[in-house]
């Protein structure tokens, strides 16, 4: 058995467990500092690492558009490189920027109509 075969799932995971250890502690440390000084830890909460996951509706919006019209666009250039023979993987690229970008548009196009009618 190779010792490679061994150290790189130990290391793997050492380095996970490592990097989970100090975030949560580093946290904790954080909090309690706050707790400390008086400050109070609900005044902090816009401030997170995950604030794209809260709920923007519009951003949510753009990075639906540009991943499924992306999608589209793979499936596109691969289909017309099948029919028509083409090796060199450029359709594929120029479909995906296109459709990309169209998907950009329509998101500007949506967000400028709501934010008309919320006004």
């Known amino acids: 058995m190779n010792p490679a075969d061994v150290l790189i799932p130990i290391t793997l995971f050492g380095g996970c467990a490592v990097v989970l250890y100090k975030y949560f502690d ?5 909090r309690m500092a706050m707790i400390e000084k008086g400050v109070s830890p609900a005044d902090f909460k ?26 589209l666009g ?11 023979g083409f090796n060199e993987g450029s359709v ?6 296109i459709s990309g970008g169209l998907a950009l548009i329509i998101f500007y196009l949506i967000a400028a109509k ?5 006004q």
Not at 26 to 30: D, L, S, T
């Open 26 to 30: 580093g946290r904790n440390k954080e």
């Open 74 to 84: 793979l499936l596109t250039g691969l289909q017309i490189e099948s029919i028509f």
């Open 46 to 71: 816009s401030i997170s690492p995950f604030r794209f996951w809260q709920g923007n509706t519009f951003s949510n919006l753009k990075w639906g558009l540009l991943f499924v019209f992306t999608g």
């Open 114 to 118: 709501k934010l008309k009618k919320e």
């Open 92 to 97: 594929v690229f120029a479909t995906i920027l």
